[in-house]
């Protein structure tokens, strides 16, 4: 018997994405959160008293901004080496990114695949082949995995690939590959790397995403880890997901149905917050509030977003006990049907209104309205133009969302008074 670790995407050194703009904010947590990850995992493998511990790609971010970040991973790997766990590591397609090649010299025991074809490493004690080829480029579009060689006799068989397998959402289409032909070459374990969300695609044998090692925005939610992988005196592999992560996102939707007033809502968003607190130990929490329905809060919430998400972000302090921290808040309601705002319908108002609630719906007129922002978007800083939370004129649904939150504020200007209730 023998027992191996199988991570991905670790993403040392990940840059924030926009945090340090928020008051309160973790910022330091989150930009230690990856190294912090990092040592859990040397620690479960010397723990666990490990034979070898696989990366499959995105080790690093891209390119480093200084010889820290390369410093850091060997020193980390030097651990490893004391304790006799020896590494294998495939290039992803952020590592593919480095365009300035810092190199440094890794300690013994730490093995990188080539990136020209596929390798094959045996180990003796126990008896292994592990099989491997790293991105060349930061783009890799064909089957990688259609060049590895067949399962060697006599070895307990291990593939790491960096992929995006038959696809999946938010992630690169790199090197895709088919069940069938991972199958094919009758290796006993895949190790999946690109996909960040853990995901076991066949259990007999095992090909696995392990997911990466520490969530880094919104979309990146629950508990965040490894894979400790056990072969038994049968030779089947049996995979046991174990938590890294040092701060965990997570989304709360809020039903705002039978919500009367904002206040309501804050109290909903404090039972779920404690509801979080109880089920994830002494971890730090960055949590993204959506608040949904059909609502009587409506016109309330949105007259004035600004106050509401200021309230909501109070309201995780106060119920948090400094655990929490409200990274955003999303609005998706929309009037209950008892709110008497259709008393314009047939004035101008109406005619407006009607309007906006056809765009809404025409993916077509989305785009035509989308079209001249275009232009303004080279202008515009890296971080409004990339990242989980770009402007994307180009996207009718971003532009559909745009429109809902701006209606309520419209409708609220041109009524008399100013008021939209």
């Not at 190294?35 to 493998?45: D, G, Q």
């Amino acid at each position: 018997m023998f027992k191996f670790l199988h991570t991905a995407d670790i993403h040392l050194d990940s840059p924030l994405q926009k945090l340090e703009r928020y008051e309160g904010a973790p910022v330091e947590a989150l930009r230690q959160a990856t190294r912090r990850a990092l040592e859990n995992l040397v620690e479960l493998a010397v723990a666990e008293q490990v034979a070898f511990v696989l990366i499959a790609g995105d080790l690093y971010d891209g390119d480093w901004k200084d010889y820290n970040t390369g410093l850091y991973f060997v020193s980390q790997m030097r651990k490893l080496r004391e304790a006799g766990v020896a590494v294998y590591i495939i290039a992803g397609n952020h590592d593919a990114e480095n365009r300035i090649t810092k190199t440094l010299r890794l300690p013994e025991g730490v093995h990188f695949f080539p990136t020209d074809g596929p390798d094959t490493v045996h180990l003796v004690d126990p008896d292994v082949a592990i099989h491997g080829q790293g991105f060349a480029a930061p783009s890799v579009r064909k089957d990688l995995s259609a060049g590895y060689p067949l399962a060697d006799p006599g070895y307990f068989n291990i593939g790491m690939l960096h992929t995006c397998a038959t696809g999946r959402e938010g992630h690169e289409p790199y090197a895709p590959c088919k069940m069938e032909g991972l199958l094919s070459k009758g290796y006993d374990y895949w190790a999946l790397g690109h996909v960040h969300q853990r995901e076991i695609l066949h259990e007999d044998p095992l090909i696995v995403f392990p997911g990466n090692i520490q969530g880094r925005h919104a979309r990146e939610t629950g508990p965040k880890g490894c894979m400790l992988v056990t072969v038994g005196d049968s030779g089947r592999a049996e995979a046991d997901f174990r938590p890294l992560h040092m701060i965990q996102w997570e989304k709360i939707e809020i039903d705002a149905t039978d919500a009367e007033t904002g206040y309501d809502i804050l109290d909903i968003v404090s039972n779920r917050i404690e509801e979080l607190l109880k089920n994830n130990a002494d971890l730090p929490l960055i949590v993204r509030v959506e608040v949904l329905g059909k609502t009587r809060s409506h016109l309330e919430l949105t007259a004035d977003f600004e106050h509401w998400i200021s309230e909501i972000r109070s309201a995780g302090i106060d119920s948090g006990n400094g655990r929490v921290w409200i990274e955003k808040v999303k609005f998706h309601t929309f009037p209950h049907p008892e709110n008497k705002t259709d008393r314009f319908a047939d004035g101008p108002v109406g005619e407006l209104l009607h309007y906006l609630d056809e765009l809404q719906t025409d993916p077509v007129l989305l785009k035509k309205i989308g079209e001249p922002l275009n232009d303004l978007m080279s202008k515009l800083p890296r971080e409004l133009r990339h990242g989980s939370d770009a402007l994307c004129p180009d996207d009718p649904e971003w532009l559909s969302e745009l429109l809902h939150q701006v209606r309520p504020m419209l409708l609220r200007c041109l009524m008399p008074g100013g008021d939209a209730r």
